[in-house]
T-cell receptor, first 110, second 113 residues
Framework: QKEVEQNSGPLSVPEGAIASLNCTYSDRGSQSFFWYRQYSGKSPELIMFIYSNGDKEDGRFTAQLNKASQYVSLLIRDSQPSDSATYLCAVVNTGNQFYFGTGTSLTVIP | DADVTQTPRNRITKTGKRIMLECSQTKGHDRMYWYRQDPGLGLRLIYYSFDVKDINKGEISDGYSVSRQAQAKFSLSLESAIPNQTALYFC????????????FGPGTRLTVL
């Protein structure tokens, strides 16, 4: 079983819509969760992190964490063509090791 | 100036050659990491170091070695490159602690012919 799993997509949404990206993790004791955005050929860049159950909002982005279900998601409101990228979920497990998912490719259609 | 730099940015080499990829950081972070990224496989950890005297193997360390020359420098070596080591390589750093976050360098695209 992989430490972190994401649907690879591609996910396509029209401009202005809400994009919903999902991630599950296997280590129930994991405490830290991150979302990175990666444009083609570029390095991953941090969008946001979340440590507590519930929602965390930052501008158009909202991260949601449900530790009981071992599930973390990222919502992008008012999606823009510039949001088209691959989104990587990362988890720090009880061994203090980072694990990345394989990423979900998002395309925002103008 | 970038906080995490990698050299070279692109490299083409032949099977059997020794290759060194270098990473430097000005963030003052103790922790440094080397990843490789392949299409469909995501980021996979090769080696990581939590301080100058600490080196740890990651998920896929076979065929690679590392050197932590200073807090700011972490090098990855391929002693005898093979074609399936063709990939995009990233260095990352983090401060550690409860709110640990990784910051990535620009990447090195390595092609082994």
């Amino acid at each position: 079983q992989k430490e972190v799993e994401q649907n690879s997509g591609p996910l396509s949404v029209p401009e202005g819509a809400i994009a919903s990206l999902n991630c599950t993790y296997s280590d129930r004791g994991s405490q830290s969760f991150f979302w990175y955005r990666q444009y083609s050929g570029k390095s991953p860049e941090l969008i946001m992190f979340i440590y507590s159950n519930g929602d965390k909002e930052d501008g158009r982005f909202t991260a949601q964490l449900n530790k009981a279900s071992q599930y973390v998601s990222l919502l992008i409101r008012d999606s823009q063509p510039s949001d088209s990228a691959t989104y990587l979920c990362a988890v720090v497990n009880t061994g203090n090791q980072f694990y990345f998912g394989t990423g979900t490719s998002l395309t925002v259609i103008p | 100036d970038a906080d995490v730099t990698q050299t070279p940015r692109n490299r083409i080499t032949k099977t059997g050659k020794r290759i060194m990829l270098e990473c430097s950081q000005t963030k003052g972070h103790d922790r440094m990491y080397w990843y490789r990224q392949d299409p469909g496989l995501g980021l996979r950890l090769i080696y990581y170091s939590f301080d100058v005297k600490d080196i740890n193997k990651g998920e896929i360390s076979d065929g690679y070695s590392v050197s932590r020359q200073a807090q700011a420098k972490f090098s990855l070596s391929l002693e005898s490159a093979i074609p399936n080591q063709t990939a995009l390589y990233f260095c990352a750093t983090s401060r550690g602690g409860d709110t640990d976050t990784q910051y990535f360098g620009p990447g090195t695209r390595l092609t082994v012919l």
